[in-house]
T-cell receptor
């Protein structure tokens, strides 16, 4: 059974904190993605990576960075969390076609 | 203009009804197409891929029209359990990778 695993289902952080969201996949996929999902806005791409140590900005990268030191792991970093980063964060991976998702992390910044 | 457009609904239909969703995309170089289903507070999961020749999986039929750049999903004999948000996903190629690009989703509510 293929799997994408996100480290936390729910997180509450304070404004200004540095936040790490971790994602691990066991399918040996080259491509990994971070999205955020907000009501009425759908899934928006933050960053993606097509190989170890490679990263590309998505549609809304501001306020975020990423790290991919190993093929199976893709981390999203909020350098200084703000309340407008309260959202559902979804990690996904694919090789050529179908994308597989983690269960999501609901982050609340207070 | 958003790359992938869907009517957000909600579509409110009785059990047994047939319902259809459409989705348009702007990138003519898109290579692959999917419908995902997302239940409340859960992650999206693949419902079906969409092929140029059209494809069917039980009560679900998906169609692709490359010339008009839209895909459709038809659900026959709706069940209560079909209530969910249906996401249209298009994979334009970018530097050799396929980047899943999502519509905002169409909400379906099936009532008794």
């Amino acid at each position: 059974d293929v799997k994408v695993t996100q480290s936390s289902r729910y997180l509450v952080k304070r404004t200004g904190e540095k936040v790490f969201l971790e994602c691990v996949q066991d399918m040996d996929h080259e491509n990994m993605f971070w999205y955020r999902q907000d009501p009425g806005l759908g899934l928006r791409l933050i960053y993606f990576s097509y190989d170890v140590k490679m990263k590309e900005k998505g549609d809304i990268p501001e306020g975020y960075s990423v790290s991919r030191e190993k093929k199976e792991r893709f981390s999203l970093i909020l350098e200084s969390a703000s309340t407008n980063q309260t959202s559902m964060y979804l990690c996904a991976s694919n090789r050529d076609t179908e994308a597989f998702f983690g269960q999501g992390t609901r982050l609340t910044v207070v | 203009r958003k790359e992938v457009e869907q009517d957000p609904g909600p579509f409110n239909v009785p059990e047994g009804a047939t319902v259809a969703f459409n989705c348009t995309y702007s990138n003519s170089a898109s290579q692959s197409f999917f419908w995902y289903r997302q239940d409340c507070r859960k992650e999206p999961k693949l419902l079906m891929s969409v092929y140029s020749s059209g494809n069917e999986d039980g009560r679900f039929t998906a169609q692709l029209n490359r010339a008009s750049q839209y895909i459709s999903l038809l659900i026959r004999d709706s069940k209560l359990s079909d209530s969910a948000t249906y996401l249209c996903v298009v994979n334009p190629a970018s530097g050799g990778s396929y980047i899943p690009t999502f519509g905002r989703g169409t909400s379906l509510i099936v009532h008794p």
